[in-house]
C-alpha cells in the first residue's frame, strides 16, 4: 500500500529554473517529512526536512512548502544547476517510538546546461 | 556515508545460491534497516531492527532473512536466491530521534 504518492517520476529543467517535485501523504500521523537526494553510485542522503506546525522551511536553494490540510509537501529547487541533477526522494514517518519511514517512488531530475 | 558501509559493492550469482549482504556501523546507532531499491518504486523496507534483540519484517520480508549481529552489524541473506531479487540493496541506520536515515553506498545485486 502506498502511502506516499511522488511525482513526477522523471523531471527536466533547464539551468537557472526552478525545479518542483510533489508528494502526498495518507496517514495523519505523520509528523516528519524528509527529502532524501541520491546521486548514482551513492546511497540516499538527507537534504532537507520539515514538520508540519511550520508551512515553509528554507535552506539555501531548497525549499519544503507544506500543506497540512490537503496533506500534500513540496521540494522546491531554486536557480537549479546541472550539479542538482539527481534522484530525489520524500518521505514520512511519525517521530518517537518504532520510527518507519515510508519513501515515495523517486523522482529522477536531470538539470541540463 | 563512510559511517555506514556495505560489502559486496557488487555481486553476481545464480538462481538457487545462497548469498549474504553485510552492512557495518560506526555512527553509534542502535537502529539498522535493510531497504531495496527499484526503478519506479523507490526503497521498499525488507527488515528492520531497533536493537540486537529486536528484529522486524518490513514490507517485503518473503524470501529474506536477516541476523543482528551486533550493535554495529546487520546482515541480509537471500536463502535461495531468484532473478527477481535482482536489485539495489541498502543498509541504513538512525538513532532514536528524529529518524533521519543514514544510507550506506548500497550493494548491486545480479540474480542470473
Known amino acids: 500500500q502506498q502511502q506516499v504518492k511522488q511525482s513526477p517520476q522523471s523531471l527536466i529543467v533547464q539551468k537557472g529554473g526552478i525545479s518542483i517535485i510533489n508528494c502526498a501523504y495518507e496517514?495523519?500521523?505523520?509528523?516528519?517529512f524528509p527529502w532524501y537526494q541520491q546521486f548514482p553510485g551513492k546511497g540516499p542522503a538527507l537534504l532537507i526536512a520539515i514538520r508540519p506546525d511550520v508551512s515553509e522551511k528554507k535552506e539555501g536553494r531548497f525549499t519544503i512548502s507544506f500543506n497540512k490540510s490537503a496533506k500534500q509537501f513540496s521540494l522546491h529547487i531554486m536557480d537549479s544547476q546541472p550539479g542538482d541533477s539527481a534522484t530525489y526522494f520524500c518521505a514520512a514517518s511519525v517521530s518517537g517510538g518504532y520510527q518507519k519511514v515510508t519513501f515515495g517512488t523517486g523522482t529522477k531530475l536531470q538539470v541540463i546546461p | 556515508d563512510a559511517d555506514v558501509t556495505q560489502t559486496p559493492r557488487n555481486r553476481i550469482t545464480k538462481t538457487g545460491k545462497r548469498i549474504m549482504l553485510e552492512c557495518s556501523q560506526t555512527?553509534?546507532?542502535?537502529?539498522m534497516y535493510w531497504y531495496r531499491q527499484d526503478p519506479g518504486l523507490g526503497l521498499r523496507l525488507i527488515y528492520y531492527s531497533f536493537d540486537v534483540k529486536d528484529i522486524n519484517k518490513g514490507e517485503i520480508s518473503d524470501g529474506y532473512s536477516v541476523s543482528r549481529q551486533a550493535q554495529a552489524k546487520f546482515s541480509l541473506s537471500l536463502e535461495s536466491a531468484i532473478p527477481n531479487q535482482t536489485a539495489l540493496y541498502f543498509c541504513?541506520?538512525?538513532?532514536?530521534?528524529?529518524?533521519?536515515?543514514?544510507f550506506g553506498p548500497g550493494t548491486r545485486l545480479l540474480v542470473l
Open positions: 496517514n495523519t500521523a505523520f509528523d516528519y
Open positions: 541504513a541506520t538512525s538513532d532514536s530521534g528524529v529518524g533521519t536515515q543514514y
Open positions: 555512527k553509534g546507532h542502535d537502529r
